[in-house]
């Protein structure tokens, strides 16, 4: 499973083909753009966009959490990848929602 950087961040997914590589795009120039133990926030886009009347964005589940508490025990206990930046400069998706034909 791929770490999420934030629960507000996205991987923006564009299928071309069988396979989709998703590029890291940092958002450290953006100060307030941080995961919740202090990294710089980023997103992962294609670079497959070009000519595209629109794109969609995909959310990972499992990033979400209503109250402070929910949170701590996110980032401490259950999933302390969803907390931090994913450091890989890219991921390969060889499978997509997308449909062939």
């Known amino acids: 499973m791929y770490s999420a950087t934030t629960i507000l961040l996205a991987c923006l997914l564009i299928a071309y083909s069988h396979s ?8 450290a120039s953006y100060p307030m753009a941080v995961c919740n133990d202090g990294t710089p926030a980023a997103y992962y886009a294609s670079d497959q966009v070009e000519g595209w009347a629109g794109m969609v964005v995909y959310l990972q589940e499992g990033g979400g959490c209503i109250t402070v508490e929910d949170c701590n025990m996110r980032c401490q206990v259950y999933s302390p990848g969803f907390c931090t930046e994913d450091t890989a400069e890219e991921h390969v998706f060889n499978h997509t929602m997308w449909s062939d034909d």
């Open 20 to 27: 989709t590589t998703l590029h890291k795009k940092s958002l």
